[in-house]
């Protein structure tokens, strides 16, 4: 079976650009949640999505936004990017809501210049 | 509010040896805590997690770890290092009791090992 993946792997995009984000989750779960993780930090909760509603959002600007598809991948946007927005964004799926574990994607690099 | 303090930044151990990751949380509710592991340039892995069953827990590779309640505590051990370990280690706690999947991440610890 397929990982979760994301696209692209790799990204560069100058301030003031917006950018969208890819997660194909696994086949199966409904869950989908992005972090954020800048190096050498842990990553950070950015949101949550299960069966395409937001049920968790986390301490971030409004210049974040991310969205859930029918088919269970998301996007996430990013507004008006900012030098310190540059990090490895990493999307997780999980069967559902309740705790269960979460499989990670190999992420996404933005680099903002 | 919860959180998790890594008190290691850096580990190194010489192969073969014990390996030791140490983990703090702090939670307002029965916490659910996980290790997961991170090698270069490859997706975060879950090692093991504890969610209120036996204090001990094993995970993949030989890992396991030991939540103390008393000393809010989940360290991560292995008897014997070996050389594929060398990767970044999280702990990470989520509120169990409220069906939510916001997993907090403490700041990681990289553990090198020694040939």
């Known amino acids: 079976d397929a990982g979760v993946t994301q696209s692209p792997t790799h990204l560069i995009k100058t301030r003031g650009q917006q950018v969208t984000l890819r997660c194909s989750p696994i086949?199966?779960?409904?869950?989908v949640s992005w972090y954020q993780q800048v190096l050498g930090q842990g990553p950070q909760f950015i949101f949550q999505?299960?069966?395409?509603?937001?049920?968790g959002r986390g301490n971030f600007p409004d210049r974040f936004s991310a969205r859930q598809f029918p088919n269970y991948s998301s996007e996430l946007n990013v507004n008006a990017l900012l030098l310190g927005d540059s990090a490895l964004y990493l999307c997780?799926?999980?069967?559902?809501?309740?705790?269960?574990?979460?499989?990670f994607g190999p992420g996404t690099r933005l680099t903002v210049t | 509010a919860q959180s998790v303090t890594q008190l290691d930044s850096h580990v190194s151990v010489s192969e073969g040896t014990p390996v030791l990751l140490r983990c703090n949380y702090s939670?307002?509710?029965?916490?659910?805590l996980f290790w997961y592991v991170q090698h270069p340039n490859k997706g975060l892995q879950l090692l093991l997690k504890?969610?209120?069953?036996?204090?001990l827990v094993k995970g993949i590779n030989g890992f396991e770890a030991e939540f103390k309640k008393s000393e809010t505590s989940f360290h991560l051990t292995k008897p014997s290092a070996h050389m594929s370990d060398a990767a970044e280690y999280f702990c990470?706690?989520?509120?169990?009791?409220?069906?939510?999947?916001?997993?907090?991440f403490g700041t990681g610890t990289r553990l090198t090992i020694i040939p």
């Open positions: 997780a799926s999980s069967l559902g809501r309740v705790l269960a574990e979460q499989y």
């Open positions: 086949s199966g779960h409904k869950s």
């Open positions: 999505y299960y069966e395409k509603e937001e049920r």
């Open positions: 939670s307002s509710y029965s916490p659910s």
């Open positions: 504890y969610t209120s069953a036996a204090t």
């Open positions: 990470v706690v989520s509120p169990k009791n409220f069906g939510n999947e916001k997993l907090t």
